[in-house]
Nanobody, 125 residues
Framework: QVQLAESGGGLVQAGGSLRLSCVAT????????MGWFRQSPGKEREFVAV????????YYADSVQDRFTISRDNAKNTVYLQMNRLKPEDTAVYYC??????????????????WGQGTQVTVFS
């Protein structure tokens, strides 16, 4: 199991930006596809973004496309999520995890059951 620690959340006005970080404890971090997920109160956890091993390919949920950017620094075992033009509907606890392609084409799922503590993002209007 890869251990994960997210940080960088906070309270921000709509239209603002935040940068989330996730440090992974893994001997071979660059062997993992990494992603971000989020969960709002009363809703299921949902996929946000994914990045492949060397960072060459990224995919985003439609709701965050062109506003969020996922990146990674394999030397630091860290994956980032730059969030711009935030909206109140982005309010959620954000989690990172290792990722695997889902059973349906174009979908992504967590590759392990273990999660970090997440980081709270609250966007007010």
């Amino acid at each position: 199991q890869v251990q994960l620690a997210e940080s960088g959340g906070g309270l921000v006005q709509a239209g603002g930006s935040l940068r989330l970080s996730c440090v992974a404890t893994a001997r071979t971090f660059n062997a993992y596809i990494m992603g971000w997920f989020r969960q709002s109160p009363g809703k299921e956890r949902e996929f946000v973004a994914v990045i492949t091993w060397a960072g060459g390919t990224t995919y985003y949920a439609d709701s965050v496309q062109d506003r969020f950017t996922i990146s990674r620094d394999n030397a630091k075992n860290t994956v980032y999520l730059q969030m711009n033009r935030l909206k109140p509907e982005d309010t959620a606890v954000y989690y990172c995890n290792t990722v695997t392609p889902g059973t349906d084409p174009g979908t992504w799922e967590p590759a392990q059951d273990s999660w970090g503590q997440g980081t709270q993002v609250t966007v007010f209007s």
